[in-house]
Structure formats: structure tokens, C-alpha cells
T-cell receptor, first 115, second 114 residues
């Protein structure tokens, strides 16, 4: 499995500000994904981070609110913009590994609280 | 798109009992079904997976079964232990752009009482 790290591990932010979350993988991967997990809830895919092109967003998520960068095959960032208390959640990155990139492995997550 | 239903939402068992979690999916094109275990405050960890060309897979005390015709799959944990207490998520995956994007169930909180 991949070794995946995220920064920060947690943060408390004020309404209206933005936070950028970093995801670093120990080896090159084709697919990187960003998920949101609200308290006590399941995992919801925000977007697929594509290297060299724009991210692909799922229904209900837009680039202006969640801009994503993928400058190389080991790193990605997710920004949560103009935050409101409803954005309080855990944000996880994941990578696809395996011969057919079907298995996803998750980073440790970033716990975000918006006041 | 794919829709995954997971039951029960909470499962309480005594140590040593078996636990079964069931999931159904809607898209017959799904062909990869992973199960994740998430302990409190930790990341989801893959514990077992099954592909659509296989009906059953076992790994020590855990097993997964798949019925493609009925579009349901189940996780079986035998001889449960307190450390099995966690939230378990099933997922169904469809290939997309060279990778498999899973749709997750809502999760089952398993509590194993010593």
C-alpha cells in the first residue's frame, strides 16, 4: 500500500477564510482523489485530481469552492474557500494503487472546524 | 449513477459471536467491491475486497460473498473480538477513466461487547 501524508492534520478556521490541505504520496500514482466525511457520515467524493489537467468534480462540488492542484504525480492540494460552519468536516485524500488502480488507499485526513 | 445501500446501520454483538453486514448496489456494471474498516479518529483501511468474477473470498476471520444476479454482497466476521469494533463501509466500483471510483455505503457501526 502507499504511504500517504496530509497537512494539516487539523485546523480551526474563521468563517470566510480559506484553508489549503496538502496530500503527499511516497511514490508516483496516476489517480488521486479528495473526499469529505462529515461527522458520523459516509465518504463523499469531491473530485478526482488529474495530473496536468483540471480536476473532475462530482455533482454538488464546484471548482470555485474547492480548487484543486495536482502539480506532479506525488502531490495534490485541496483548498476549501470562503468557509462556513457547514464546511466543518474531515477531508481525506486517497490514491488508486494496484495493477488496475482499483483499490483506493486513504490519507490520515484533515479535521476542519469552521467557527 | 451507482447507489449502494448498507444494513444495518448499527450492529451490537457479544465477543465470539458472528457479525454480518449486507450491501446492495444498483448498477450492474459495478465489478469491484471493497470493504473498509474505520476506527474512531482514523482513516478508512481496506480489509477485504472481491471482484465480480468471484463468489466468495476469505481472509482468516473475515469473508465476503457476492451475488451478482441479486446485486448484493455481504461481509462476514466470525469469532468477533473487541478490536473489531469500528465503522465498516462497503463500496461498489465502476471503472472510470482508467481507475475505479467507489460509491460508498452509509456505514455500519459494529460494537463488540467483551
Amino acid at each position: 500500500s502507499a504511504v500517504i501524508s496530509q497537512k494539516p492534520s487539523r485546523d480551526i478556521c474563521q468563517r470566510g477564510t480559506s484553508l489549503t490541505i496538502q496530500c503527499q504520496v511516497d511514490s508516483q500514482v496516476t489517480m488521486m482523489f479528495w473526499y469529505r466525511q462529515q461527522p458520523g457520515q459516509s465518504l463523499t467524493l469531491i473530485a478526482t485530481a488529474n495530473q496536468g489537467s483540471e480536476a473532475t468534480y462530482e455533482s454538488g462540488f464546484v471548482i470555485d469552492k474547492f480548487p484543486i492542484s495536482r502539480p506532479n504525480l506525488t502531490f495534490s492540494t485541496l483548498t476549501v474557500s470562503n468557509m462556513s460552519p457547514e464546511d466543518s468536516s474531515i477531508y481525506l485524500c486517497s490514491v488508486g494503487r494496484g495493477s488496475s488502480t482499483d483499490t483506493q488507499y486513504f490519507g490520515p485526513g484533515t479535521r476542519l472546524t469552521v467557527l | 449513477g451507482e447507489n449502494v445501500e448498507q444494513h444495518p446501520s448499527t450492529l451490537s454483538v457479544q465477543e465470539g459471536d458472528s457479525a454480518v453486514i449486507k450491501c446492495t448496489y444498483s448498477d450492474s456494471a459495478s465489478n469491484y467491491f471493497p470493504w473498509y474498516k474505520q476506527e474512531l479518529g482514523k482513516r478508512p483501511q481496506l480489509i477485504i475486497d472481491i471482484r465480480s468474477n468471484v463468489g466468495e473470498k476469505k481472509d482468516q476471520r473475515i469473508a465476503v460473498t457476492l451475488n451478482k444476479t441479486a446485486k448484493h454482497f455481504s461481509l462476514h466476521i466470525t469469532e468477533t473480538q473487541p478490536e473489531d469494533s469500528a465503522v465498516y463501509f462497503c463500496a461498489a466500483s465502476i471503472a472510470s477513466g482508467g481507475s475505479y471510483i467507489p460509491t460508498f455505503g452509509r456505514g455500519t457501526s459494529l460494537i463488540v461487547h467483551p
